[in-house]
């Protein structure tokens, strides 16, 4: 296959950008996330699927405790793509100085962004290199008029040394996930609490 030509098609799948937030044993952290989608056509049983790589701090901490919040970004927020997903949590607090606020789960959620999603995890599937969780949405809002943010909109919009560090980033990670997306462990997830 030639996997140039799928390329724009798989670009799209992505979802609006997310700060994704969790809580475990007192420790809390946000990371930036694409890999979401909606999960249930019951309206008022809502579900996402988020797929989190388990080289972020952030995956133990949503594995461990079985919930997050997905914080999804307004244009005026492009700073914390790169606070939030350019970083890790291991080595700094990447909430320092943010407003957040707990609700339904615990998880901190960002006072402002465009809107968002408190979930409990129900469960989650290992993909080797990552854990795609499936989540019960307990609570949300939409707190914004304004759009969404995506991606592929926020590329040409951020500073060009934060693109070549996100793209010597995703490089490391890609050679990563090419070893360990072979090595899915189908043992059922059960969370800590
Ligand atoms: C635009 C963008 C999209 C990202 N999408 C995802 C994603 O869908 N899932 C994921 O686990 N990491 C994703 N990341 C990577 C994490 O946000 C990043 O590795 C972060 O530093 C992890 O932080 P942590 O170690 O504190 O958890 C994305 C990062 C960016 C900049």
Not at 111 to 122: F, P
């Amino acid at each position: 296959m030639e996997y140039a030509r799928i390329a724009p098609l798989m670009g799209r799948l992505w979802s609006p950008l997310a700060a994704v937030t969790s809580r475990w044993q007192g420790k809390a952290n946000v990371q930036i996330a694409v890999a979401i989608a909606a999960a249930s056509i019951v309206p008022d049983m809502p579900r996402v699927v988020v797929q989190i790589y388990k080289t972020n701090f952030s995956h133990h901490l949503i594995y461990s405790s079985g919930a997050l919040a997905l914080n999804f970004l307004r244009a005026d927020q492009l700073h914390l793509i790169k606070d939030f997903g350019m970083v890790s949590g291991r080595d700094r607090d990447k909430l320092e100085g943010v407003g957040v606020h707990a609700e339904a789960t615990g998880c901190p959620v960002l006072d402002d962004s465009w809107g968002y999603l408190d979930c409990q995890v129900v469960n989650a599937m290992d993909g080797g290199d990552m854990t795609c969780f499936l989540a019960d949405v307990v609570t949300g809002d939409v707190v914004s008029n304004d759009a969404p943010l995506w991606w592929r909109d926020a590329r040409r919009m951020i500073p060009d040394e934060w693109n070549r560090e996100w793209d010597r980033k995703i490089a490391r990670e890609i050679e990563v996930s090419r070893e360990r997306m072979k090595e899915i462990d189908p043992s059922p997830w059960k969370s800590a609490e």
